[in-house]
């Protein structure tokens, strides 16, 4: 069911998705997941948004998906009236869509929330869950993220990863790209440095009980790999695992066994959070 939420910045698109009637016990959490796309594409529709959803909602969860405001720089456009600027969209929009869209889920849902991400919605998550844990919001009973980037500039990649590295992503997710990727993001070099942009290297201890899971041959596992150490280190609860043999955005592919793979990681981690809230 296609719906709309209001936040800072206007109308944001969500898609609620219910389990079949019975799955769900009365106790089930609400899961907010948010799809990746480097933070300028993605939609909805897509298999990592749409097919993510579909698997949650049929294991027995209650889950909404985030049309978030896609990161674009300033153009110039011609309208009937001359010429004018094109506002760019930068942080802190989109993660000020997740934020709240993740409040109104949580006035509404009865149960707890538990707030996902995968790739660049995995770092906008995260930015979530620590400005929600800074706004004095309930707590989230849990979080997930999936190859996620958590790091304003890619951490150095060991040599056993870089040979780990196959396929046409060896080119686009070298470290300058990912990091001006993250300024195009971010859209001012002070912003990057900002915990709410990016979580990784910033004060973690409010993180809830944390769910990684990463890509073997990918450059982001520097990243996630760290992130989940430091997660560790500030007392968090956290479970890293890492598919062996899988590429970035295996949950963007539902036909390939990674896929698979990854979902039942991600709904037995669930299930075992909703086990120890009830």
């Known amino acids: 069911m296609d719906r709309i939420i209001e936040g800072l910045h206007g109308s944001i698109p969500v898609r609620w998705y219910s389990p079949p009637v019975g799955t769900a016990s009365v106790k089930s959490a609400t899961i907010v997941w948010i799809h990746g796309g480097g933070f300028f594409r993605g939609s909805l529709d897509q298999p990592e948004s749409h097919e993510v959803a579909r698997t949650l909602a049929a294991a027995g969860f209650t889950v909404v998906t985030v049309a978030y405001r896609l990161a674009r720089i300033s153009t110039i456009r ?8 094109s506002p ?62 958590f790091h304003a500039a890619l951490p150095k990649r060991s040599r056993r990863l870089r040979g780990r590295l196959r396929g046409p992503r060896r080119f686009v997710h070298t470290p300058m790209l990912l990091n001006l990727t993250n300024l195009y993001y971010a859209g001012t070099r002070t912003a990057l440095a900002e915990p709410h942009a990016f979580a990784g290297g910033h004060a973690l201890q409010n993180f809830p009980p944390t769910l990684m899971v990463d890509a073997d041959r990918d450059s982001m596992r520097s990243s996630g790999g760290q992130f989940a150490q430091e997660l560790s280190a500030a007392g968090v609860a956290v479970d890293y695992h890492v598919l062996p ?34």
């Open 78 to 85: 011609r309208s009937p009236n001359g010429f004018g600027r």
């Open 88 to 149: 760019g969209v930068h942080y802190p929009v989109p993660v000020d869509d997740v934020v709240a869209v993740v409040r109104e889920v949580q006035s509404d849902s009865p149960n707890e929330v538990i707030l996902g991400g995968a790739s660049a919605g995995a770092c906008l998550s995260a930015g979530a869950v620590l400005r929600l844990a800074d706004g004095g919001a309930d707590a989230l009973v849990g979080a997930f993220f999936a190859y996620g980037l």
């Open 245 to 278: 043999g899988t590429f970035h955005a295996f949950l963007n592919r539902p036909h390939e066994p990674s896929f698979t793979d990854g979902m039942r990681l991600i709904i037995d981690w669930a299930r075992q959070i909703e086990a120890k809230d009830a």
